[in-house]
């Protein structure tokens, strides 16, 4: 028995109320509770203001609201220090911070950069863009066919050569959960820095930074309820201390002549401009959100979810699934129909108020080890039912005949 109330939840969904929806689109981005709505409302009629600059009490509210959001992702986490969490756009310029500010520094010519196979672009291209100008070299950990990782040349492609291992965490394509704590801790032993890119997990799953040990974690709020344009960066406090900043403007300095700045501490040293301040307080009202629901009933309401619209799927004609062979893998679901191509395919789900992604949903890598050009998703949240794969599958189905002239 679910310990999550899904038609409580789905009331607290506008999204849900004016139209009737399947939305299976949610590794793209979540729909939005109303709490969360409410709270950036909230901020901008009632506290804002800008923050760290107003010596006058709006502002003090408006910075406190901001400084709260900051917290509460500390807590999410569980990170050591509340210094380590570094407010980004989302887990792309999470990671673009680290390949700039601590590639520059720590990267020279010949040093080796591994990640793997199954990343999306963001975790491939700022490390393309950063090896090709110091010099570095990027290695990639193989997948397999069946959506997991290769790690038995792990020993190989780890050195004293490699300086920084990069890795996603649950795949956005099959769904794999990655064996992350064995990789961090293979690389430790070769003194390397580990990243991990939670922009899928964190939605799904309790996060430890501290128990994984990690150096470095991304992770976007839009991805769990939260707003476009506000995700984190978690960098150990030590790690980011001696960084330099990514960006250079207010807020991130010390001092400022007209030879030379000094920097403020971290986090404020990664953070120049005005920030997203509304979109930090409506992503701490969805970490609320999802702490109240809990996150291990979160995740199991999920498992529990992905297992049923596995069983559903291939149990139709043509379907092939992608990944899902080995147990741990989340509630992301890559697939095809024979016969059909996927935008064709996600264009009749559409009609029946079926909300997919079709594409090669930015890891074309992975399509590319797969053979395909692109796959149909579907990815499971919290508001999604039982009743939302009965309506896939039925649509699915419906499809299949009218391409095979039934
Ligand atoms: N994946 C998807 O449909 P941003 O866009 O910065 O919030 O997140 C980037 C990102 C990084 N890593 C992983 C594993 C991701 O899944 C994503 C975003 C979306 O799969 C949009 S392309």
Same mark, same amino acid.
């Given at each position: 028995?679910?310990?999550?109330?899904?038609?409580?939840?789905?009331?607290?969904?506008?999204?849900?109320?004016?139209?009737?929806?399947?939305?299976?689109?949610?590794?793209?981005?979540?729909?939005? $509770?109303?709490?969360?709505?409410? #709270?950036?409302?909230?901020?901008?009629?009632?506290?804002?203001?800008?923050?760290?600059?107003?010596?006058?009490?709006?502002?003090? &509210?408006?910075?406190?609201?901001?400084?709260?959001?900051? /917290?509460?992702?500390?807590?999410?986490?569980?990170?050591?220090?509340?210094?380590?969490?570094?407010?980004?756009?989302?887990?792309?310029?999470?990671?673009?911070?680290? #390949?700039?500010?601590?590639?520059?520094?720590?990267?020279?010519?010949? %040093?080796?950069?591994?990640?793997?196979?199954?990343?999306?672009?963001?975790?491939?291209?700022?490390?393309?863009?950063? #090896?090709?100008?110091?010099?570095?070299?990027?290695?990639?950990?193989?997948?397999?066919?069946?959506?997991?990782?290769?790690?038995?040349? *792990?020993?190989?492609?780890?050195?004293?050569?490699?300086?920084?291992?990069?890795?996603? @965490?649950?795949?956005?394509?099959?769904?794999?959960?990655?064996?992350?704590?064995?990789?961090?801790?293979?690389?430790? &032993?070769?003194?390397?820095?580990?990243?991990?890119?939670?922009?899928?997990?964190?939605? @799904?799953?309790?996060?430890?930074?501290?128990?994984?040990?990690?150096?470095?974690?991304?992770?976007?709020?839009?991805?769990?309820?939260? $707003?476009?344009?506000?995700?984190?960066?978690?960098?150990?406090?030590?790690?980011?201390?001696?960084?330099?900043?990514?960006?250079?403007?207010?807020?991130?300095?010390?001092?400022?002549?007209?030879?030379?700045?000094?920097?403020?501490?971290? $986090?404020?040293?990664?953070?120049?401009?005005?920030?997203?301040?509304?979109? #930090?307080?409506?992503?701490?009202?969805?970490?609320?959100? /999802?702490?109240? *629901?809990?996150?291990?009933?979160?995740?199991?309401?999920?498992? %529990?979810?992905?297992?049923?619209?596995?069983?559903?799927?291939?149990?139709?004609?043509?379907?092939?699934?992608?990944?899902?062979?080995?147990?741990?893998?989340?509630?992301?679901?890559?697939?095809? *129909?024979?016969?059909?191509?996927?935008?064709?395919?996600?264009?009749?789900?559409?009609?029946?108020?079926?909300?997919?992604?079709?594409?090669?949903?930015?890891?074309? $890598?992975?399509?590319?080890?797969?053979?395909?050009?692109?796959?149909?998703?579907?990815?499971?949240?919290?508001?999604?039912?039982?009743?939302?794969?009965?309506?896939?599958?039925?649509?699915?189905?419906?499809?299949?005949?009218?391409?095979?002239?039934?």
């Amino acid at each position: 028995m679910s310990k999550l109330d899904v038609n409580k939840i789905r009331s607290d969904f506008p999204v849900f109320q004016d139209q009737s929806l399947v939305y299976l689109d949610s590794a793209a981005t979540t729909q939005k $509770p109303h709490q969360v709505i409410d #709270a950036i409302s909230e901020f901008y009629s009632h506290s804002y203001a800008n923050v760290h600059r107003g010596i006058y009490n709006l502002s003090f &509210k408006a910075t406190e609201a901001y400084h709260g959001a900051r /917290l509460k992702a500390q807590k999410f986490i569980n990170a050591k220090d509340w210094q380590s969490i570094i407010f980004t756009g989302g887990t792309t310029e999470s990671i673009n911070l680290v #390949a700039h500010s601590w590639g520059r520094k720590n990267l020279n010519m010949g %040093d080796e950069i591994l990640i793997t196979e199954m990343e999306h672009h963001s975790n491939i291209v700022p490390w393309q863009l950063i #090896a090709e100008d110091r010099g570095a070299i990027l290695k990639y950990i193989p997948i397999n066919q069946d959506g997991t990782l290769d790690l038995s040349d *792990l020993g190989t492609l780890l050195s004293d050569k490699t300086k920084l291992v990069s890795i996603i @965490h649950q795949s956005n394509v099959f769904g794999t959960i990655n064996p992350i704590q064995e990789i961090i801790n293979k690389a430790k &032993k070769v003194g390397a820095i580990t990243l991990i890119d939670a922009a899928q997990s964190a939605p @799904h799953d309790t996060l430890d930074v501290q128990d994984m040990d990690c150096d470095f974690l991304a992770l976007s709020g839009h991805k769990m309820l939260g $707003p476009t344009g506000i995700g984190i960066l978690y960098g150990k406090l030590d790690i980011i201390e001696g960084m330099e900043p990514f960006m250079g403007g207010g807020d991130m300095i010390n001092s400022v002549t007209m030879s030379k700045s000094t920097w403020n501490d971290a $986090p404020y040293k990664f953070e120049a401009g005005t920030p997203n301040i509304a979109q #930090a307080v409506g992503f701490g009202a969805a970490i609320d959100y /999802l702490d109240q *629901l809990g996150m291990q009933n979160v995740s199991e309401y999920l498992q %529990d979810l992905k297992l049923y619209a596995l069983i559903q799927l291939k149990a139709i004609e043509g379907i092939k699934v992608y990944g899902h062979t080995k147990n741990k893998s989340s509630s992301v679901i890559s697939f095809n *129909l024979q016969d059909v191509h996927p935008h064709d395919l996600a264009q009749f789900l559409d009609q029946d108020n079926i909300a997919v992604r079709a594409g090669h949903h930015c890891a074309q $890598p992975v399509m590319d080890k797969l053979g395909i050009s692109s796959t149909i998703r579907a990815s499971l949240y919290i508001y999604n039912t039982k009743a939302d794969i009965d309506k896939l599958c039925d649509s699915l189905v419906k499809t299949a005949k009218f391409f095979r002239g039934l």
